[in-house]
């Protein structure tokens, strides 16, 4: 590897082509968190296939804030840009709710997909979400959730990109 510690390659393959190929290689695909460019090239110099970033951690690494839905869409992208300029692991990305509504989610998945993530996963939980694991957590209806999945689906400018709903 060279002395700046990134990678020289240039994958051939999308990088939701790339996330899905790690994911039929390893069962189960460990796919390990990383905060920043430097978490991620040492995730990649230590053998993982995949690498995730959550929206906590961005809250917290990048703005010393909690995960209390107060990042943005360009916040989030900006991030990805900085973690897939520096390594070319497949990069999945917690989008929380989407920034908004489809038009936002659309925006969102054109920007997650030229800025170099493969994979993204989405809540259902309303646009003042709060972290997974707290208290007093409220949920959209099915069909705006539906709404959500179908504008990720329809934006995707990479048929390989790959979305996770959670609910």
């Not at 929380?96 to 925006?107: A, H, K, L, S, Y």
């Amino acid at each position: 590897m060279p002395d700046d510690f990134r990678s020289t390659s240039t994958p051939a393959l999308t990088a939701g082509a790339r996330f899905r190929a790690a994911l039929a290689g390893d069962e189960p695909l460990q796919i390990v968190g990383t905060i920043n460019p430097f978490c991620a090239i040492v995730a990649q110099r230590v053998g993982h296939k995949a690498i995730y970033v959550a929206g906590g951690g961005l809250a917290t690494y990048s703005h010393g804030l909690p995960d209390l839905a107060i990042t943005t869409l360009n916040d989030v992208l900006d991030d990805v840009r900085r973690i897939t300029d520096a390594c070319d692991l497949p990069l999945m990305v917690d989008v929380d709710t989407g920034f908004g509504g489809v038009f936002n989610i659309r925006r969102l998945v054109k920007g997650l997909i030229k800025d170099g993530a493969a994979a993204m996963h989405i809540e259902d939980q309303v646009p003042l979400k709060r972290c997974g694991h707290r208290p007093h957590k409220a949920i959209v209806t099915t069909a705006e959730m539906v709404d959500r999945i179908k504008a990720s689906v329809d934006a995707r400018t990479d048929p390989a990109f790959f979305i996770v709903a959670l609910a």
